[in-house]
């Protein structure tokens, strides 16, 4: 039986939700940002030690929500050998691309066609490869990293619904990752080709990128960009985009590439630059 939660997502009109929200979070009337930012703080608890700014130094609750942090605070793993957590959260699921399909919660899947927006050519890429799917919750840091270094080479924005991303919805709504919004980046580097995908979700009010600026959003057209070689190339750890509120990232690696670290499953925190998995060819080219 579908919960009132699940039910009440697919009668809410998610674009005209995540607009509004848009618009107030953006809003910089510094009574209304000040209460939002305060409420927010103390509803999620959220570690403002951190943060390189004081409460009452950003301009809007977006400006705090993407709010960097202080030189130090997410050390790098070495990446030399290791595979980066592009973000803070937690691990809603990690493992191999098994016939396409990438696992999403029990009896539940989507194929990493989908996640990309039909592009068939890049799928096959990923075949047999690995996939890692971070959820980033309201309380934590919200701008994602590179995984690992790489230039880059395509971005697809794929038009969608805005379901929440949560585990709850993870597990009652079939192909949640590759029903929203999004945005797939493909790069290719000493890795090989990999993707890193950020997912909207409800209330999600826009997508950064630091090639592009905020991406446009909340419309139906898929759009697709290609890059010429070396026009934006990124280290692991570099910063490569941020959530204006939300949400979930999905990466993706060719076979041979990445070994996950075993000990990680579904459920664990992880942090922006721990090591998230090794890497299996170091000295291997593009």
Same mark, same amino acid.
């Not at 934590?140 to 794929?158: E, F, N, Q």
């Given at each position: 039986?579908?919960?009132?939660? *699940?039910?009440?997502?697919?009668?809410?009109?998610?674009?005209?939700?995540?607009?509004?929200?848009? $618009?107030?979070?953006?809003?910089?009337?510094?009574?209304?940002?000040?209460?939002?930012?305060?409420?927010?703080?103390?509803?999620?608890?959220?570690?403002?030690?951190?943060?390189?700014?004081?409460?009452?130094?950003?301009?809007?609750?977006?400006?705090?929500?993407?709010?960097?942090?202080?030189?130090?605070?997410?050390?790098?793993?070495? @990446?030399?050998?290791?595979?980066?957590?592009?973000?803070?959260?937690?691990?809603?699921?990690?493992?191999? *691309?098994?016939?396409?399909?990438?696992?999403?919660?029990?009896?539940?899947?989507?194929?990493?066609?989908?996640?990309?927006?039909?592009?068939?050519?890049?799928?096959?890429?990923?075949?047999?490869?690995?996939?890692? @799917? *971070?959820?980033?919750?309201?309380?934590?840091?919200?701008?994602?990293?590179?995984?690992?270094?790489?230039?880059?080479?395509?971005?697809?924005?794929?038009?969608?619904?805005?379901?929440?991303?949560?585990?709850?919805?993870?597990?009652?709504?079939?192909?949640?990752?590759?029903?929203?919004?999004?945005?797939?980046?493909?790069?290719?580097?000493?890795?090989?080709?990999?993707?890193?995908?950020?997912?909207?979700?409800?209330?999600?009010?826009?997508?950064?990128?630091?090639?592009?600026?905020?991406?446009?959003?909340?419309?139906? $057209?898929?759009?697709?960009?290609?890059?010429?070689?070396?026009?934006?190339?990124?280290?692991?750890?570099?910063?490569?985009?941020?959530?204006?509120?939300?949400?979930?990232?999905?990466?993706?690696?060719?076979?041979?590439?990445?070994?996950?670290?075993?000990?990680? $499953?579904?459920?664990?925190?992880?942090?922006?630059?721990?090591?998230?998995?090794?890497r299996l060819q170091p000295n291997a080219g593009a």
């Amino acid at each position: 039986m579908t919960s009132p939660f *699940i039910w009440l997502q697919h009668a809410l009109p998610h674009h005209l939700v995540s607009r509004g929200a848009g $618009k107030i979070a953006s809003s910089e009337v510094p009574f209304l940002k000040d209460l939002l930012i305060r409420r927010f703080i103390d509803a999620y608890d959220v570690d403002m030690s951190e943060a390189a700014r004081g409460i009452d130094e950003y301009k809007s609750f977006n400006d705090f929500f993407t709010r960097e942090l202080k030189p130090g605070m997410r050390p790098l793993a070495d @990446t030399s050998t290791h595979i980066l957590s592009p973000a803070d959260g937690a691990v809603s699921q990690i493992g191999t *691309i098994e016939e396409g399909r990438i696992f999403q919660a029990k009896g539940r899947h989507f194929t990493a066609a989908q996640l990309l927006g039909g592009d068939e050519d890049a799928a096959r890429r990923f075949e047999g490869g690995q996939f890692a @799917t *971070i959820y980033l919750s309201p309380r934590d840091y919200h701008r994602v990293h590179m995984p690992a270094a790489g230039s880059l080479a395509s971005t697809t924005y794929v038009p969608g619904e805005l379901f929440s991303v949560n585990q709850v919805t993870a597990e009652n709504v079939d192909g949640l990752f590759a029903r929203n919004e999004r945005l797939a980046c493909l790069f290719t580097g000493p890795d090989g080709v990999f993707a890193s995908v950020m997912v909207g979700a409800m209330i999600v009010a826009g997508i950064e990128t630091v090639w592009s600026g905020l991406v446009e959003t909340h419309h139906p $057209k898929l759009v697709r960009e290609s890059f010429d070689p070396g026009a934006h190339d990124l280290d692991a750890g570099d910063e490569m985009g941020r959530f204006i509120l939300g949400s979930t990232v999905v990466l993706l690696f060719e076979p041979g590439r990445v070994a996950w670290d075993e000990s990680l $499953k579904a459920g664990d925190a992880v942090r922006m630059g721990q090591a998230i998995g090794k890497r299996l060819q170091p000295n291997a080219g593009a």
